[in-house]
T-cell receptor, first 113, second 111 residues
Framework: SQTIHQWPATLVQPVGSPLSLECTVE??????LYWYRQAAGRGLQLLFY??????ISSEVPQNLSASRPQDRQFILSSKKLLLSDSGFYLC????????????FGSGTRLTVV | DQQVKQNSPSLSVQEGRISILNCDYT??????FLWYKKYPAEGPTFLIS?????DKNEDGRFTVFLNKSAKHLSLHIVPSQPGDSAVYFC??????????FGTGTRLLVSP
């Protein structure tokens, strides 16, 4: 069966510090991978998605970047965090073909102080 | 530009009654719609979906209705249970590559 792992679960970082959140998927190949963010009192905003290794589509220009160094690994990064980067970050995957899937990880609560 | 809208931020119903959560969308290219349930500090979990070629899909206590002409869908939960209390997100997909989510509706089911 397929599983998605996301870590860390919580993170408190000072303004200006770097960020690296990692997501891995097991039990499938060639998945589409996604990073979403839920800011306080807001919905789920798509940040990045990837349909293959090294292929990244950015939905919202901002202080973050994403990379996919391996087929089942998706990394969200920032060189210098802003207060506005605080939120709940979610990784998700789906099968390459068809609309099915979109299974989410357990999320990372990031607080920038 | 909010392509998927959930205009009711919260909804309160009594146990055993029907819960109706609404969702509107603007992009006519959306052809697949999903509902997710989310508890605090957890990832969303899939509930039910519907393709644009259908107008209704049912799974146990959950039924989703789609009105393409009105660009409107709704989730019905019958009967509602206290364990259904959570935030519900409507999501839409066009071309299957990405999901666009609404802002969510917080459902509270009281005993």
């Amino acid at each position: 069966s397929q599983t998605i792992h996301q870590w860390p679960a919580t993170l408190v970082q000072p303004v200006g510090s770097p960020l690296s959140l990692e997501c891995t998927v097991e039990g499938t190949s060639n998945p589409n991978l996604y990073w979403y963010r839920q800011a306080a009192g807001r919905g789920l905003q798509l940040l990045f998605y990837s349909v293959g290794i090294g292929q990244i589509s950015s939905e919202v220009p901002q202080n973050l970047s994403a990379s996919r160094p391996q087929d089942r690994q998706f990394i969200l990064s920032s060189k210098k965090l802003l207060l506005s980067d605080s939120g709940f970050y979610l990784c998700a995957w789906k099968l390459r073909e068809g609309p099915y899937g979109y299974t989410f990880g357990s999320g990372t609560r990031l607080t920038v102080v | 530009d909010q392509q998927v809208k959930q205009n009711s931020p919260s909804l309160s119903v009594q146990e055993g009654r029907i819960s109706i959560l609404n969702c509107d969308y603007t992009n006519s290219m959306f052809d697949y719609f999903l509902w997710y349930k989310k508890y605090p500090a957890e990832g969303p979990t899939f509930l039910i979906s519907i393709s644009s070629i259908k107008d209704k899909n049912e799974d146990g206590r959950f039924t989703v209705f789609l009105n393409k002409s009105a660009k409107h869908l709704s989730l019905h939960i019958v009967p509602s249970q206290p364990g259904d209390s959570a935030v519900y997100f409507c999501a839409a997909s066009g071309g299957f590559q990405k999901l666009v989510f609404g802002t969510g509706t917080r459902l509270l089911v009281s005993p």
